[in-house]
């Protein structure tokens, strides 16, 4: 079973800049993709960005140019840096990794961008 612990969330102001790491433990199937998503308060949850073990990406169209996901395959972390940030952007950041074995979601970092 994998476990996912993320960190980095917190209160910033619109234009600054926050770093979200999620770690993966345990067994990890080394073909898989880890993806950040986020959930607005009164909104469904919504795809942010996504990191293939090859190191393929994809992001949704309202964080293009300003997030960027990264990942170090030796330390199993996954990391979403968020830049360029705006009120819009506030929400609880959930990370989730995905192989033919798990699909594991982490208790989710709270990020407030204040205008």
């Known amino acids: 079973q994998v476990q996912l612990v993320e960190s980095g969330g917190g209160l910033v102001q619109a234009g600054g800049s926050l770093r979200l790491p999620c770690a993966a433990s345990?067994?990890?199937?080394?073909?898989?993709?880890m993806v950040w998503y986020r959930q607005a308060r009164g909104q469904q949850r919504e795809l942010v960005a996504a990191?293939?073990?090859?190191?393929?990406?994809n992001y949704a169209d309202s964080v293009k140019g300003r997030f960027t996901i990264s990942r170090n395959n030796a330390k199993n972390t996954v990391y979403l840096q968020m830049n360029s940030l705006k009120p819009e952007d506030t929400a609880v950041y959930y990370c989730?990794?995905?192989?033919?074995?798990?699909?594991?979601w982490g208790q989710g970092t709270q990020v407030t961008v204040s205008s």
């Open positions: 990191i293939t073990s090859g190191g393929s990406t």
């Open positions: 345990g067994s990890i199937f080394s073909i898989n993709v």
């Open positions: 989730n990794f995905r192989s033919r074995f798990d699909n594991v």
